[in-house]
């Protein structure tokens, strides 16, 4: 199993078929915009997984292409030696609450161009009416800081060097909780929730069946340890919810079960169709210059 | 008479063009290969192979015309060229007065430092970054909170993300390319001007400013274009540091395109070859620089014995300067990266309580290590040797031979360090996925000595302009052909600056991640690939640890080799 995930291991699959040369049985993309391109070019096999429709929820697959194991929830994270839990807690019921002008210079975000989770959460701000092009400008007149990726803004949070930062996934922040992080979170009225990584099957796979197998194992319950391991919430229905972090939040005064109805997943044919357009939009509107 | 030896020197004309022609070939398929699959790459739609891949200039209309109007370009390559240059006059300055303190002068501990100011080459740039802002991040940083604390000001004293904060971090991470650049040509410099002039009554200062550093012109202006065309392509510094400030340089920008989705690799391979222009113009000035390789000869026919400059009560100044640059640009920086090895995670403020080896025991404990380790040290080992080797045939023809042929096979040499190590990686891939070295050691092999063979023919190439060709017309006058006369007198001459050149590339190739990132497999993954793979899982921590393990490791090989070199490096000179 290699390791290589996202845009990165996406194409070099792409290359790798291009080429004749047929290496990986599955490849877990963190990159849906990528495998439709590459389905296109005849590089998947379409496949669907035995009553995978009662087993995960739509938002969790690419029909007859790709299935995605685990959800990815995004939170809002701050230090509680900053923000008590109850203030965290009440301020931050909508995202509205990052424009407290004593914010001002204390929020870290992850850069639009930092990878999906970001991007998703951008993208949700510019399409739901209620927040709006509009929120980011004032998002940006908080003089946030930016950070190319999501781990400088989780490290700077836990240092005290900000107070909030966004997004933040909910299943490394409780990573990093089991090793002692003090920093806390909590959950908006709305946050993108979606699968951000999918497995698929290469249509020459040297090994087709162990393939099918090694994907589909994925989606029974003897799987839901090893997702669990990262802390991850699993796709698969009617799971019980055996997350170690869990155990130990559950132990917490405010921490609190994922709320379900917050859900926002990110429509991907809007996300294929307007990134080029969107992502110098988003970064101008945080201080770029184009 | 001298011209009439000087044909006998060189080698017979046909032995000479086959010689040439030989080394041209080699050069051009070992970099053209990569590249031409880039400049491929950037003509087409989508990626190369790709059955919707249709030609367009558009990628490069992109490119270029955004620097007019501008496009994505505009702002990042302006960025890039107001960042490469101070940090190439700063480092360049500071590394060729260490060389020279270490190697010319009487000051106290310098075989210690020669070891100390090396340390930053052995871990990559992102831990680096990790220790400046573990220091100097203008909230929470060590320095500026304790700063705050005593002398009760609100404002931070330093502050690691702003203009400043990322030329000093790029400053550190260079001075010691200026400064091994350097050491090896200062080793080879006959001291008998510098004697002269101060037996004419010249002081330290004026025989430094009309001597010594104009003779060190042609290894100083190698260092400046090695540090600007890597400064242009460093993307991780400006990258983690300038995002607060919204600075983005064209490498970053470069690498966002390959990183993110949907990704746009044909537009990273247009992009690329902008800043291959950017550092051939750098080439172009070095050798219009060093056009009159005798201006720099310091090796000479006549003996000398290698002496030092007495400096007196100075010696004491001056080790004083050296002791503050290496507290604050690498010992305290690397202490906090040591200090976050010892952290499971972050805590506001200083939590000695935390402190534990946990992240120390995760690393030892991974299964890829040992793995790692011994690809890392296979590649150091096998890169370096070839890169020196080929560096001094190569160094030999261009230095000696003056042909059109090899003033454009030192152009293409210097292409790959040009773009970013991601843009190659992805050249590379392109070019040999469908050969039986994908996913093997050898196209890592292959890739590192493209890239850096260029560290070999330049370094050893300050050596050669350094030696004086009356030494092999007197070898060819006592009869001895072209071959003996490179073997007998240009060799042993040269081993101080092959020792040089064979440790830079040795330790480059120890830390390289950005092109590696695309070529690695399973079984040839390096270590720095799991420092890599660590940092971006978020684990700061067992990174940090990672990175100090390897510095342990690879300065110990350093010290292994320095130690059996060290022999020789006495014995070069000839009196």
Same mark, same amino acid.
């Given at each position: 199993m290699d390791r290589k995930v996202g845009v990165l291991g996406t194409q070099q699959f792409a290359t790798e078929e291009r080429a004749g040369?047929?290496?990986? @049985?599955v490849n877990y993309s963190a990159d849906p915009a990528g495998m439709r391109d590459l389905a296109e070019e005849g590089f998947y096999l379409r496949y669907t997984l035995p009553d995978i429709t009662q087993k995960i929820d739509r938002g969790a697959m690419i029909p007859g292409l790709g299935y995605s194991p685990k959800w990815t929830d995004i939170v809002i994270s701050y230090n509680p030696d900053h923000i008590p839990h109850a203030q965290a807690k009440a301020q931050f !019921? &909508?995202?509205?609450? *990052? *424009? #407290?002008? !004593?914010l001002k210079g204390k929020i870290g975000l992850n850069e639009p161009?930092?990878?999906?989770v970001p991007f998703a959460t951008f993208l949700m701000f510019y399409r739901r009416p209620e927040y709006g092009r509009k929120f980011l400008e004032q998002l940006a007149a908080q003089a946030p800081r930016m950070y190319p990726g999501s781990a400088p803004g989780r490290e700077d949070l836990a240092a005290g060097a900000i107070s909030v930062f966004i997004p933040n996934w909910e299943s490394v922040a409780m990573i990093q909780f089991m090793k002692g992080d003090k920093t806390a979170w909590t959950y908006p009225d709305v946050a993108p929730a979606f699968a951000n990584t999918y497995f698929a099957i290469s249509k +020459?796979?040297?090994?087709p069946n162990a393939a099918r197998l090694f994907s589909a194992w $994925? $989606?029974?319950?003897?799987s839901v340890p090893s997702i669990e391991a990262g802390q991850a919430r699993p796709t698969? !229905?009617?799971?019980? #919810?055996?997350r170690a972090a869990v155990a130990k939040l559950k132990?917490? =005064?405010w921490w609190q079960p994922?709320? #379900? !109805?917050?859900r926002w997943v990110p429509d991907m044919e809007d996300w294929d169709a307007n990134y080029e357009k969107l992502m110098p939009d988003m970064r101008t509107v945080l201080g770029w210059k184009r | 008479m001298s011209t009439s030896v000087h044909t006998q020197v060189m080698p017979a004309g046909a032995v000479a063009r086959l010689w040439t022609g030989l080394l041209l070939a080699a050069v051009t398929l070992l970099v053209l290969t990569p590249l031409g699959a880039l400049l491929y790459g950037s003509v087409?739609?989508?990626?190369?192979?790709?059955?919707r891949a249709t030609f367009t200039w558009s990628n490069l209309e992109a490119v270029y015309g955004g620097l007019f109007n501008g496009g994505w370009t505009q702002s990042a390559t302006l960025n890039s060229i107001f960042l490469a240059l101070p940090v190439m006059l700063l480092a360049c300055a500071i590394g060729l007065f260490l060389a020279w303190a270490v190697t010319r002068t #009487?000051?106290?501990g310098r075989r210690t430092f020669e070891i100390a100011f *090396?340390?930053?080459?052995?871990?990559?740039p992102l831990v680096g970054v990790i220790g400046w802002s573990v220091l100097a @991040?203008?909230?929470?940083g060590i320095i500026n909170t304790l700063w705050k604390y005593l =002398?009760?000001?609100?404002?931070?004293? %330093? +502050?690691?993300?702003s203009y400043v904060g990322i030329v000093w971090v790029m400053v550190f991470y260079f001075i010691p390319y200026a400064f091994i650049l350097n050491v090896g040509a200062f080793r080879a410099m006959d001291p008998a001007l510098e004697e002269a002039a101060a037996v004419s009554g010249a002081s330290l200062w004026r025989r430094l400013a009309h001597i010594t550093f104009p003779i060190m012109l042609g290894s100083a202006a190698a260092a400046a274009l090695f540090i600007f065309t890597l400064a242009l392509e460093q993307f991780a510094i400006p990258g983690f540091l300038g995002s607060h400030i919204r600075f983005d340089t064209l490498a970053y920008a470069i690498y966002l395109r390959t990183n993110t989705?949907? =990704?746009d690799l044909p537009g990273a391979a247009g992009a690329g070859t902008l800043l291959l222009i950017l550092s051939a113009i750098g080439l172009y000035w070095y050798r219009r620089l060093t056009r009159? =390789?005798?201006? $720099?000869?310091?090796?000479?026919g006549r003996g000398y014995k290698p002496g030092v400059t007495? *400096?007196?009560?100075?010696r004491f100044v001056l080790f004083g300067g050296c002791v503050l640059i290496f507290l604050v640009g690498i010992a305290i920086p690397l202490g906090a990266v040591a200090l976050r090895a010892l952290l499971p995670v972050r805590t &506001?403020?200083? @939590? $000695?309580?935390?402190?534990?080896l946990a992240n120390f025991a995760q690393v030892f404990a991974a299964e890829d290590i040992l793995l790692g380790l011994r690809n890392s040290i296979y590649l150091g080992l096998g890169v370096a040797t070839i890169c020196a080797a080929l560096g001094v045939a190569l160094s030999f023809r261009i230095v000696r031979g003056k042909s059109r042929a090899m003033s454009l096979a030192d152009y293409l040499i210097a292409?790959?360090?040009? %773009?970013p190590g991601t843009v190659f990686g992805v050249g590379m891939l392109w070019a040999y996925?469908?050969?039986?070295?994908?996913? &093997?050691?050898w196209i890592l092999l292959l890739a590192f000595v493209t890239r850096y063979l260029v560290y070999g023919v330049r370094t050893l190439g300050t050596g050669m302009m350094q030696i004086d060709k009356t030494l092999e017309e007197a070898a060819t006058v006592a009869g001895a052909g072209p071959l003996r006369t490179f073997l007998f007198v240009n060799l042993p001459l040269l081993r101080p600056v092959i020792a040089s050149a064979w440790l830079l590339v040795f330790m480059i190739v120890m830390r390289e991640i950005s092109a590696s990132v695309i070529l690695y497999g399973v079984k040839s993954v390096t270590l720095p690939i799991l420092t890599w793979s660590y940092l971006v899982d978020g684990s700061y921590g067992v990174a940090s640890a990672l990175a100090i393990l390897q510095l342990v490791i690879v300065g110990l090989i350093v010290l292994l080799f320095r130690w059996w070199f060290g022999v020789s490096v006495k014995t070069r000179s000839h009196d």
């Open positions: 040369q047929h290496v990986m @049985d !019921k &909508t995202w509205r609450g *990052l *424009l #407290d002008p !004593k161009a930092g990878g999906g +020459n796979a040297p090994h $994925f $989606f029974t319950p003897e698969l !229905k009617g799971v019980a #919810d055996n132990q917490t =005064s994922y709320p #379900d !109805k917050i | 087409r739609t989508h990626a190369p192979g790709s059955r #009487d000051m106290p *090396l340390l930053p080459m052995l871990y990559s @991040d203008p909230q929470a =002398s009760g000001a609100g404002e931070p004293l %330093i +502050n690691i993300y989705y949907p =990704s009159r =390789s005798e201006r $720099f000869v310091t090796v000479t007495a *400096l007196g009560g100075m &506001t403020g200083l @939590d $000695f309580a935390a402190l534990s292409m790959p360090i040009g %773009i996925v469908g050969t039986p070295l994908y996913l &093997t050691l």
